[in-house]
């Protein structure tokens, strides 16, 4: 499987993005997608996911009501809508894939918050 994120930028506090995460190769053995994100001198941590088959989602607390997870199965691919943006979500946001096969990780976009 590879994943392909785009979508990233410069956006001002109070703006929104839209990331896409595009998955290839043998997408039918994906159960379980999700966006992480980096900030510098942090550790990874898990933005939202979603389940490919039921839908179901979870999202840490600092993002809950600003950013929707979805994904389009039709397209193998998978979005993060981010509104209301804060300074602090600036970070590196990674597409994270798992299934059958194993786990699978995008080459990251940059998504930097000017406050």
């Known amino acids: 499987v590879q994943l392909v994120e785009s979508g990233g930028g410069l956006v001002q506090a109070g703006g929104s993005l839209r990331l896409s995460c595009a998955a290839s190769?043998?997408?039918?053995?994906?159960?379980?997608m999700g966006w992480y994100r980096q900030a510098p001198g942090k550790q990874r941590e898990l933005v939202a996911a979603?389940?490919?088959?039921?839908?179901?989602?979870n999202y840490v607390d600092s993002v809950k009501g600003r950013f929707t997870i979805s994904r389009d199965n039709a397209k193998n691919t998978m979005y993060l809508q981010m509104n209301s943006l804060k300074p602090e979500d600036t970070a590196v946001y990674y597409c994270h894939a798992r299934g059958g096969l194993g786990k699978y990780w995008g080459q990251g976009t940059q998504v930097t918050v000017s406050s």
């Open positions: 190769g043998s997408t039918f053995s994906i159960d379980a």
């Open positions: 979603i389940h490919t088959g039921s839908g179901n989602t």
